[in-house]
C-alpha cells in the first residue's frame, strides 16, 4: 500500500523559509515520479514543482526560483524547501507521486506566511 505523510508545515513571516517533507512508503521515490502541489482557500490546487523519474524538475512560474525540491534517499523522503515566502504563498501542500498502480496524495501540510 501506498502512504505519503507530509510534515514541516507552519506560520512564518513574509519572507520567511520552511522546509516540507513527504515520507512514503509502499513506493521507492528513485523510481517514481514526485511532485508538490497546493491548494489556496477558495482556488483550484496548483502544481507548485515536479520531480520526474528521469528528468529535469518543472517549476510553476509563481516559484521564481525560491523553492527546490530534492529526494533524499536514505530515508525515502522529498523535501521541498522555500525560502522569500510571501503571503500568497498560503495554503495546503500536498505531496503527489503517479505510480504504475495510479495517482496517490499525502494528507497535506498547512502553510500560513502573515505578519
Known amino acids: 500500500q501506498v502512504r505519503l505523510v507530509e510534515s514541516g508545515g507552519g506560520s512564518v513571516q513574509p519572507g520567511g523559509s520552511l522546509r516540507l517533507s513527504c515520507a512514503a512508503s509502499?513506493?521507492?521515490?528513485?523510481?517514481?515520479?514526485m511532485a508538490w502541489y497546493r491548494q489556496a482557500p477558495g482556488k483550484e490546487r496548483e502544481l507548485v514543482v515536479s520531480?520526474?523519474?528521469?528528468?529535469?524538475?518543472k517549476h510553476a512560474d509563481f516559484v521564481e526560483g525560491r523553492f527546490t525540491i530534492s529526494r533524499v534517499v536514505a530515508r525515502n523522503t522529498i523535501l521541498l524547501q522555500m525560502n522569500s515566502l510571501k503571503p500568497e504563498d498560503t495554503a495546503i501542500y500536498y505531496c503527489?507521486?503517479?505510480?504504475?498502480?495510479?495517482?496517490?496524495w499525502g494528507q497535506g501540510t498547512q502553510v500560513t506566511v502573515s505578519s
Open positions: 509502499g513506493i521507492d521515490f528513485r523510481f517514481n515520479s
Open positions: 503527489h507521486t503517479n505510480t504504475k498502480w495510479g495517482d496517490f
Open positions: 520531480l520526474p523519474r528521469d528528468g529535469a524538475t
